[in-house]
């Protein structure tokens, strides 16, 4: 990875965290004010606002680890995904509602950011995750996952199309950034297998105009 690199993925991680620490602080006044208003108090009403950011960060942990194993996402995950935001989508918008439709959206601002910090610090760790056994992937140390690709999308190569970047990450459950490098692996070994297909057309042409 160049310098350029670790300062894009460094200063993007870090702008994502502090947008996350921001959005969970309001976040989480915006419920504690809802659950203090409507009966809990002492430490219980300081615990149970953390119960339901907590619980997105759980889930996006889970997810991060399937995509480490290669394994697919536990249902359960996405369930709680959607419960979890529902709830502190709803919690913020309470808290807001009083001061009427402009003062919900406000409020609910502050839910959205938080979930989005986690699903955009879930990318960034995803795409510096190096390759099993510490094989980044280059021209001479090919990503392992090259042969996967190449026998997933085998019927786009053959029709001498590479897939997407975003059909790459799809199918195979890897970042942004790696998910480039398996293009660019695809796109190679498509140009070659090409030219191996029309090599002994050329032979052959060279052949009989000899002759």
């Given amino acids: 990875m160049s310098g350029a690199d670790r300062v894009i993925r460094w200063s993007t991680a870090g702008a994502v965290l502090g947008v996350a620490v921001v959005a969970a602080v309001v976040s989480y006044e915006h419920a504690y004010d809802l659950v203090r208003a409507h009966g809990e108090s002492g430490w219980t009403a300081h615990m149970v606002p953390l119960t339901v950011d907590e619980l997105i960060y759980a889930r996006s942990m889970v997810m991060l680890d399937s995509a480490r194993r290669k394994t697919p996402v536990p249902a359960l995950a996405r369930w709680l995904l959607g419960l979890g935001v529902a709830v502190t989508l709803a919690a913020n918008v309470a ?15 502050p839910a959205v950011a938080l979930v989005g910090s986690y699903e955009l610090l879930m990318m960034v760790i995803r795409g510096s995750q190096p390759a099993p056994g510490g094989i980044t992937g280059s021209a001479d140390n090919p990503d392992p996952l090259g042969e996967q690709a190449a026998e997933v999308f085998a019927d786009q190569l053959a ?5 997407s970047v975003r059909a790459i990450r799809a199918q195979l459950h890897v970042g942004q950034p790696r998910a480039q490098r398996l293009r660019d692996y695809l796109a190679t070994g498509a ?13 052959t042409s060279t052949s009989y105009s000899s002759v």
């Fill in 191 to 203: 140009a070659s297998r090409a030219f191996r297909t029309e090599e002994p057309t050329s032979s």
């Fill in 159 to 163: 029709a001498h199309r590479v897939p």
């Fill in 95 to 109: 808290h807001g509602l009083g001061h009427g439709p402009v003062g919900a959206a406000v409020a609910a601002w």
